[in-house]
């Protein structure tokens, strides 16, 4: 049997993400914490390794160019829907 601890003073922002990942992999919030720490203090076999693309939050830059190019797809095509 594992020690058991209080944490205080838990951001809102870790306790949403805590509570959607407990709710959409079916697990207790405590195990989701747990597995997070251990992550956190490479018990795991190492850092973790992250495939998603939340690095590029925050990074979009408007280009106009890009716009000019991609135009052509916002055009439906009514000939090719019959």
Known sequence: ????????SVPDAIDRVVRHRAGREGKSMNAVVVEALARGLELEGGPAEHTDLDHLIG????????????????????DAWK
Do not use: K, N, S
């Open 1 to 8: 049997m594992g020690r058991q601890y209080t944490i205080r």
């Open 59 to 78: 990074t979009w830059q408007e280009d106009p160019g890009f716009d000019l190019a991609v135009a052509d797809f916002e055009r439906v095509d009514d």
